[in-house]
């Protein structure tokens, strides 16, 4: 603990989860106290046929 | 927000979830009285693998 | 399983919630096609302290 | 419910997981003095690009 | 991780959930053979009202 | 989505939600590239009766 969890959908990169996974931490440690190791940050990868908005997947909008 | 998580086993099809985001959209805006674009949903696609009910995994039942 | 998790901000009824299982429950029902008894809806109720949209918090939009 | 969730690294293999089920099956049942048939585990096999501790994904430590 | 997570139904007393987190964390560590430390277990306690089954409410059930 | 969801022990100020709820949007609009208003961030206050480290209830550490 803490744990974050990001939900997004699919086709973001190593490299972008790798500085968002950098910053989050960083962003939890400097508000929250928290030595950093203690921060686990976790990523799902959402298929566009997966999530709706406004009642319609991601696919059909 | 509101964010309705749906986790079902795998199997099911686009269109299955297509129109069952219709209807919990839906839903979730007659009952709670929000903007349907406030609305998310999203699905979690299990593998029969990784699910059990009564210590029995799926896939042995 | 299926699994319905609602997160919604705090201030809804019993009521609201007592209409809103039952009818994500027969949409469940009706679009995967299982039995209505294996279907669980549960809330979360957000307080507006912990929810931001864009950065804000619900409580300073 | 109860419904408990596992988050892992992947790799883990079936039969891991089947004994893991049922041992955490058992000890809700114990505990919380449940019905066996009430208590559904489920399993998330997180990619080691999508999980991060201390900052650094776990494929990069 | 692992990351653990057990919702069940309000009204656990402490003693329970410390003697469950204590078999869970033993099951996790026995059989996918990670260091206890590694192990953290969360529990979210469900109001009777938030949780419904078969499209009923716990408390009208 | 992007959905932001942190779990920490109870015990934050709404200040210090506020602030890393802004640092967080701001992490994830600039590495995923999103509009700032998709970003949903919100926080689980867990009691720390409810959360265990290495099979030991918080409360007992």
Do not use: S, Y
């Not at 106290?33 to 921060?39: G, L």
């Amino acid at each position: 603990m803490p744990i974050v969890t990001v939900r997004a959908l699919e086709g973001r990169t190593v490299e972008q989860k790798r500085k968002l996974a950098k910053d989050i931490t960083d962003a939890v440690v400097k508000n929250f106290k928290v030595e950093p190791d203690r921060v686990t940050v976790n990523f799902f990868d959402m298929p566009k046929q997966n999530v709706a908005r406004a009642g319609k997947l991601v696919i059909d909008q």
